[in-house]
């Protein structure tokens, strides 16, 4: 049976965005798997699988639904055991749980904010009215004024980026010689500015954006199916 994968999606129900999403499709071609991308829009996820839960992705594989990316993870590595790992042991996993942290806090920190108009202008109306409210009192402020001046903070995320920079010199992948769910963690989080907004986190000749375009790569180039924004 097919795997169900619920992904969050603007106007256009064929550009998923969510890097939390993008992470668990990049699980599933990791593990072999075949799935089915269900879009759902911002208004929708409290429809997905009898309300599971307020965010996706969620998947449903068989009799069996997995909400939270992380979860979804550790849930395809033990129950297809005998396919590429995805944490390569419980170390891996631990690994994992920093490396998610850190993209939250430092990648999704800045992109959230910078590219948040990008965001709500690729909605349909009903979501763009959601995505406003939502944001307007998570922010305190007019939706409009979260990005200004994320030109100036460019620079300063670039060099946040250092731990990440410098652990290239020694390897091509996070993971190592190849990928793990470590490098889809935060191949997500770039692959959601690409999707949604023109902005370049990214200088075109740091081995941040080489790494990035090595992961674009991976799977038969499954990240690059959806052109950037």
Partial sequence: MTILLYELVGHDPKRPFSPHCWKSAMALLHKG?????????????????????????????GERVIA????IALYLDEAYPDRPSLFGG??????????ERWSQG???????????MDIHDRLAPADQAFFRESREKRFGKRIED????????LDAFRASLAPLRNMLDYQP?????APLFADYIVFGAFQWVRVVSPFALLAADDPVAEWFERCLDLHGGFGRQVEAA
């Fill in 33 to 61: 798997l075949t799935f089915e991308s269900v879009p759902v829009p911002f208004t929708g996820v409290a429809t997905v699988e009898g309300s599971v839960s307020r965010t996706v992705p969620v998947i449903r594989d």
């Fill in 173 to 177: 992948f996070i993971g190592g010689a």
């Fill in 90 to 99: 419980p170390g891996g996993q631990a690994m994992c749980r920093f490396v």
């Fill in 68 to 71: 939270d990316s992380f979860d």
């Fill in 146 to 153: 979260v990005p200004a001046g994320r030109e100036a903070g």
């Fill in 106 to 116: 430092t990648i999704h920190g800045f992109a959230g904010s910078a590219v948040l």
